[in-house]
């Protein structure tokens, strides 16, 4: 493997013509007009990016199928970066808008990447509905414990006596244990890993693709810059040092047991995977029962029984 100094100086030869780069495995997945893009050094979403493109690469699924929307914040900004059909929606308004896409046009795909302050929070009503109804979306959730972008509040995952611009005294909320919430809610897939655990992530990220549903993924993402910084945890290696040593890895874990606490264990895996009808699938029988063969159905796996 390359050591640092040698990969800079690779780079630098082939920015003065000398040396030709071998070709970036997603390149095909991702917008690269639009790089750099807006990450700092250290942060954990692109690494979730490049887990998610080989998902869907290896997913085999239609791209031109898959849409992927986007709250505000660092993480919302994953949706300008991938080269699909993507919308960049208000500040917690993602799965709303990916409802409406969801139930205008079934046979799409449709993934909600967005951050924990923006889904949890501002979005939270619209997060434990969705999940109650079981709207067939893929949710993937960056958790880096506080509001990034707008300048690193306190959210409702931020552990408690973590420091944040908005808690100089330490946070002292209980925090959201997101897996929990969504499995309470009715999610039929809810799993969570750290930007550490990166082909446990992709694995996750294709099982969810390919379950019908409102699946989960939570995943915590360092943020060096904000909530790392402040709490003088180090840069985004330390955060992988701790995600590395401090996660336990449980598949099929009460989610009530896996709340997470201020530099605690993490406990991750795929926790949850059960069937459930979806919202379509609901909505479709009870409207055919009652307009009969009036009703032409909705979605293309509409079968009248
Ligand atoms: Fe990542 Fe934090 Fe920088 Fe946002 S502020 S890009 S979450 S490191
Ligand atoms: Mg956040």
């Known amino acids: 493997m390359s050591t640092p100094a040698e990969i800079a100086n690779l780079l630098s030869e082939s920015m003065e013509g000398g040396v030709e780069l071998p070709p970036n ?8 007009d639009r790089m750099p893009h807006i990450w700092c050094p250290g942060c954990g979403i692109g690494t979730t990016v ?10 085999k699924l239609d791209l031109n199928k898959v849409a992927v929307v986007s709250g505000i914040g660092c993480s919302g900004r994953v949706a300008g970066y991938v080269k699909l059909d993507s919308f960049h929606t208000t500040h917690g308004r993602a799965i709303p808008f990916a409802t409406g896409l969801k139930l205008a046009n079934p046979d799409l795909t449709v993934v909600v990447y967005s951050g924990d302050g923006d ?3 501002i979005g939270g009503n619209h997060f434990i509905h969705a999940a109650r109804r079981n709207v067939d979306l893929k949710v993937i959730l960056l958790n880096n414990f506080i509001y990034g972008m707008t300048g690193g509040q306190v959210g409702p995952t931020t552990p408690g006596t973590a420091m944040t611009t908005t808690t100089p005294y330490g946070c002292f909320e209980e925090p959201f ?22 082909r446990q992530i992709a694995h996750s990220m294709g099982e969810a693709l390919r379950k019908k549903g409102f699946t989960f993924i939570e995943i915590l993402s360092p943020c060096p810059t904000l909530y790392s910084r402040r709490n003088r945890l180090g840069d985004g290696l330390d955060m992988m040092q701790y995600y590395r040593e401090s996660s336990e890895i449980r598949h099929g874990a009460n989610t009530k047991d896996v709340a997470i606490t201020y530099q605690g264990p993490i406990v991750v895996g795929k926790f949850v995977d059960i069937e459930r009808p979806t919202f379509l699938e609901n909505m479709n029988r009870q409207v055919a029962r009652t307009l009969d063969t009036q009703y032409v159905g909705v979605g293309e796996d509409y079968v009248r029984s």
Do not use: D, I, K
Not at 25 to 32: A, K, M, T, Y
Not at 50 to 59: I, P, T, V
């Open 25 to 32: 495995p997603v390149e095909e997945f991702l917008r690269s």
């Open 50 to 59: 490049n887990c998610f493109a080989r998902a869907l690469l290896q997913s």
């Open 119 to 121: 889904l949890a929070a």
């Open 177 to 198: 244990n997101l897996p929990h919430l969504a499995e309470a809610c009715g999610a039929v897939y809810v799993a969570r890993w750290t930007a550490f655990h990166v």
